[in-house]
């Protein structure tokens, strides 16, 4: 039997951690969408989250193509996605393009931290999204080559990925069983001991 929206979306949830806010353990990257719009009022807030992350010489540096279900910009969006995600991001009521200039305003000179930096404005997307009851999942497969062309996007902006944002949806509802499968598993993490180190491979001594 499948797990509803809400059994799902508890069973994601990451333990609770003292101190740690409960919007990044509670966020997670939902692939099941509902037929519910997004407000512009809220779309208009998890941009101003992205607008004050932060960014080298802080070039914000970041763009992002908002497409809204009916638009062209939606269309061309989607379009542009790998089948797989196709099968079902086109359920979202919002999709996101991310791009990053890739050269400093000041002076020209190549900005090797931009992808990095619009990595930091998408990560306070979700987590703004999260904290207004929206969910959001990242997609790297794009054919990036037909979103450039379609969306008539400078080569001084490098492509990041795509990100389907709306209302968490039943598991259900996916086309089919490897996505159903993939949505009701539980979420897992690296120990913090692989991922923080004092030196290489010496874990760092956390508590």
Do not use: C
Not at 89 to 110: C, D, E, Q, Y
Request: aromatic residues 8%.
């Amino acid at each position: 039997m499948t797990l509803s929206a809400n059994e799902v979306n508890t069973l994601k949830h990451a333990p609770a951690v003292e101190g740690v806010l409960p919007v990044i353990l509670e966020r997670w990257s939902p692939r099941a969408f509902a037929d519910r719009d997004v407000s512009p009022a809220d779309l208009k807030k998890v941009f101003e989250a992205a607008r004050w992350a932060p960014s080298s010489y802080n070039e914000q540096p970041w763009r992002f193509i908002l497409g809204v279900r009916g638009s062209t910009a939606y269309d061309k969006i989607g379009s542009a996605l790998i089948p797989f995600n196709q099968a079902w991001a086109l359920k979202a009521p919002v999709l996101i393009l991310g791009v990053a200039k890739t050269r400093f305003s000041h002076n020209n000179s190549p900005n090797n931290y931009a992808i990095f930096d619009l990595g930091a404005a998408s990560g306070f997307i979700t987590l703004q999204a999260a904290a207004l009851g929206l969910a959001t999942h990242q997609m790297a497969g794009v054919d990036k080559d037909k979103a450039r062309e379609i969306l008539a996007i400078p080569e001084l902006y490098e492509i990041g990925s795509v990100m389907a944002l709306g209302y968490q949806g039943e598991p259900a509802a996916l086309a089919n069983e490897q996505l159903t499968s993939s949505e009701v598993e539980p979420r897992t993490r690296k120990s913090l001991s692989e991922l923080v180190m004092s030196a290489w491979d010496q874990p760092a001594k956390l508590s």
